[in-house]
């Protein structure tokens, strides 16, 4: 459902936001000419961080581009997975307030790669578990294609740092968890999960118990069951930070091929720099608690994507500009 379709469903008292954030996501347009400030006035322009005009462009000459079907095509910011407005989140101990979170605006289009990332303690785990729905915020709205989020729905999949398999099932058993919970015949989960057994890898390991599997093969099955209910939108919690940098890379290639074929909408949290940058179409990068959108950088790398455009000049210079604005927001957090 477009945005403007929506507008009248929305509460009352939000109106202001999500047409602020309407506007927000007009102006986060992919653009095929590569241009990062097409479009915004002087007014707007000049807001823009001045390091942030010298990024590197997706026309450089010092990598060439495929030329398939430019990315912007395929991405449309008037098509919205998912909204926030107004978000805020506060904890309470030893009857003194901590406010966690608050953001204002946020929006992932249909089909976007999103990462998350800031300074350790920002937050980002707990904005990925409210807009999954297993924590409610203090205020605010979340919207999945127009609907209100109340809690954990199947129109969201949730990928957790923990593997969070039942070991007393095989990984077929684990795949079809999902879609025995929502109540589906046996004839119609069995060739699902050998669908995303397949897509996934794992056929061959189909009868195999969790203890059985290594790391990355047990992430695997959390992928491919997670995927098998078809969520429309897929949140991901650092679901590599406990591999090794073997596996975590092969991981992120795994998440990209799969992601190219299915083209879920994926909100993706991590702590890697590196990570943010080679999986994302767009890093949002949170200050220190109470956690705000500091920035937006959008990362014009061509895709397809390989693990060897970590090596080129451009994603150096994403790494290391990501890297300045979690690190000044560290250090306010240390004073």
Known sequence: MAVRDMEDARPEALQGEFRELDQHAARLRFREDGDDFAGLDRAQAKHVPERARHLPSIRSTSMSEPPATSYAKRIDMSSIALEVAGLQKTYHKGGQPLAILDIERFAAAEGEF????GPSGCGKSTFLHIMGG???????????????????????????????????????????????????????????????????????????YPAELSGGMKQRVALARVLAF?????????????????????MQEEVMRLWARTRKTIVFVTHDIEEAVYLGDRI????????????????????????EIKKSM?????????????RSEAQKGSK
């Open 114 to 117: 999103i990462t998350i990332i």
């Open 134 to 208: 297993f924590i409610a915020p203090d205020s605010g709205a979340i919207r999945v294609y127009g609907h209100d989020v109340r809690g954990p729905g199947p129109d969201r999949g949730m990928m957790f740092q923990e593997f969070a398999l039942f070991p007393w099932k095989t990984v077929a058993g684990n795949v079809a968890w999902g879609l025995e919970a929502q109540g589906r015949a046996r004839a119609e989960i069995e060739p699902i999960v050998q669908r995303y057994l397949e897509m996934t890898g794992l056929a061959d390991f189909r009868n195999h």
């Open 230 to 250: 078809d969520p429309k939108v897929l949140l991901m919690d650092e679901p590599f930070g406990a591999l090794d940098a073997q596996t975590r890379e092969t």
């Open 284 to 307: 949002v990068v949170l200050s220190a608690r109470p956690g705000r959108i500091k920035e937006e950088v959008r990362i014009e790398l061509p895709r397809p994507r390989e693990l």
């Open 314 to 326: 451009r994603c150096h210079e994403y790494r290391n500009y990501v890297w300045d604005l979690i």
